[in-house]
Nanobody, 117 residues
Framework: QVQLVESGGGLAQPGGSLRLSCAASGDIYRINLMGWYRQAPGNQRELVANIRSTDGNVNYADSVKGRITISGDNAKNTWYLQMNSLNPEDTAVYYC??????????WGKGTQVTISS
């Protein structure tokens, strides 16, 4: 089994920053993609960003480009989401996701991010 634990969520003011972390543990095979998704109330879960473990290739949702950066530490099986210039539309539950090379997907339980003055 693989466990993912997110941390770093909370309340921030508009224009502020937060850094999310996701630590993976357990029977991890070969990691392919590490990603962050979010789900706001009434909305579908959407991709925020992902990073490919093998070559570091990153992919961002258009709504976060230039404000949010994903990074990973393969040695620690941990990846991060640095979020800057936050706005109320970024309010959501943020989930990390790990996809291994055989194609199995694992999800964390999520961390709440609330942007409000």
């Amino acid at each position: 089994q693989v466990q993912l634990v997110e941390s770093g969520g909370g309340l921030a003011q508009p224009g502020g920053s937060l850094r999310l972390s996701c630590a993976a543990s357990g029977d991890i095979y070969r990691i392919n993609l590490m990603g962050w998704y979010r789900q706001a109330p009434g909305n579908q879960r959407e991709l925020v960003a992902n990073i490919r473990s093998t070559d570091g290739n990153v992919n961002y949702a258009d709504s976060v480009k230039g404000r949010i950066t994903i990074s990973g530490d393969n040695a620690k099986n941990t990846w991060y989401l640095q979020m800057n210039s936050l706005n109320p539309e970024d309010t959501a539950v943020y989930y990390c996701k790990l996809s291994d090379i055989p194609g199995t997907h694992y999800w964390g339980k999520g961390t709440q991010v609330t942007i409000s003055s």
